[in-house]
């Protein structure tokens, strides 16, 4: 389901955040959180701001990746959030694959 579903609503937006925030924990919303701030106050040039919806998904994919040290290609996959084959590219094999999915915050 995503944003252009009649069935979406803010609160399933929210959803991956929580489901990082139990699986990870606050401190990696958090950095993701700063890091964010940093990129918007200049601080940050490595890469710019994200200017399109699937720039901002590919951006956090990749940041949260990095920041939980794992691939969360399916996890953003269960949700159904596109990543780029750029963004997953930049991942690639450099991390091992996450284990969570939509499927088990539903489960619990």
Not at 29 to 55: H, I, W
Not at 63 to 88: C, H, M, P, Q
Request: proline share 4%; charged share 25%; aromatic share 12%.
């Amino acid at each position: 389901m995503d944003a252009e579903s009649p069935k979406w609503n803010v609160w399933y937006g929210l959803l991956p955040y929580y489901q990082i925030r139990k699986e990870y924990g606050w401190q990696t919303l958090k950095r993701m959180f700063a890091f964010y701030n940093n990129l918007r106050r200049g601080l940050v040039t490595s890469t710019k701001v994200p200017d399109t919806v699937q720039e901002r998904a590919d951006l956090q994919y990749v940041v949260v990746s990095r920041l939980v040290g794992e691939n969360l290609d399916a996890f953003y996959a269960s949700w159904n959030i596109k990543i780029s084959d750029t963004a997953k590219k930049c991942i690639g094999n450099e991390l091992p694959s996450s284990a969570i999915r939509m499927e088990n915050l539903i489960s619990k």
